[in-house]
């Protein structure tokens, strides 16, 4: 192993423009780059019921944020994880949920800007079964997202008016690029 004298360096990085060094915002996003940003909602021990039409609306079972670095910030409060850094991020999720009996319900990521949600087409279906079943489903996709994007999960019912009960669930989102 080389010991480096005090002088020497192990690597030099330029900013876009050529030069050396970065601005404070530029080292902010290289390190979030490397680092990674990160945040998560939580639904844990049954997160309520809610009875959706066939229009989607947001799922308001969420009752705990998870973990979060800077950049994102989970809110279980307005079931949305804001987003501070525009770039491409991976949404993963995961439901268990009873409800209403042989129902079909469709749960979406969605976006939002200035409160005007957005479906990312990431999404998954699942159908309930016989009485007393907990049904559970995933999705998992990349989204790109801007700055001060909100993100939170939409829930439909295929019929409308069926009752869904988030019994747990994670919302993760990291950004990747």
């Given at each position: 192993?080389?010991?480096?004298?005090?002088?020497?360096?192990?690597?030099v990085i330029t900013n876009r423009s050529g030069e050396q060094g970065f601005s404070q915002q530029e080292f902010a996003q290289f390190v979030n780059a490397i680092t990674g940003e990160y945040g998560e909602l939580i639904t844990a021990n049954n997160g309520g019921n809610?009875?959706?039409?066939?229009?989607?609306?947001?799922?308001?079972?969420?009752?705990?944020?998870?973990?979060?670095?800077?950049?994102?910030?989970?809110?279980?409060?307005?079931?949305?994880?804001?987003?501070?850094?525009?770039?491409?991020?991976?949404?993963?999720?995961?439901?268990?949920?009873?409800?209403?009996?042989?129902?079909?319900?469709?749960?979406?990521?969605?976006?939002?800007?200035?409160?005007?949600?957005?479906?990312?087409?990431?999404?998954?279906?699942?159908?309930?079964?016989?009485?007393?079943?907990?049904?559970?489903?995933?999705?998992?996709?990349?989204?790109?997202?801007?700055?001060?994007?909100?993100?939170?999960?939409?829930?439909?019912?295929?019929?409308?008016?069926?009752?869904?009960?988030?019994?747990?669930?994670?919302?993760?989102?990291?950004?990747?690029?």
């Amino acid at each position: 192993m080389k010991t480096l004298a005090d002088n020497e360096k192990i690597a030099v990085i330029t900013n876009r423009s050529g030069e050396q060094g970065f601005s404070q915002q530029e080292f902010a996003q290289f390190v979030n780059a490397i680092t990674g940003e990160y945040g998560e909602l939580i639904t844990a021990n049954n997160g309520g019921n809610q009875t959706p039409g066939t229009t989607p609306v947001l799922s308001t079972q969420w009752n705990a944020n998870g973990l979060s670095s800077s950049g994102i910030t989970p809110d279980h409060t307005t079931d949305t994880i804001a987003i501070s850094n525009a770039g491409i991020y991976r949404a993963h999720a995961q439901f268990s949920f009873s409800g209403t009996v042989n129902a079909e319900f469709v749960l979406e990521l969605y976006s939002s800007l200035n409160d005007t949600p957005i479906a990312t087409g990431i999404k998954t279906i699942r159908k309930l079964g016989g009485g007393g079943d907990v049904g559970s489903c995933s999705f998992i996709g990349y989204v790109q997202l801007l700055e001060n994007d909100e993100i939170g999960v939409f829930v439909n019912s295929i019929a409308g008016g069926q009752q869904i009960v988030i019994e747990e669930a994670r919302l993760i989102i990291d950004r990747v690029v």
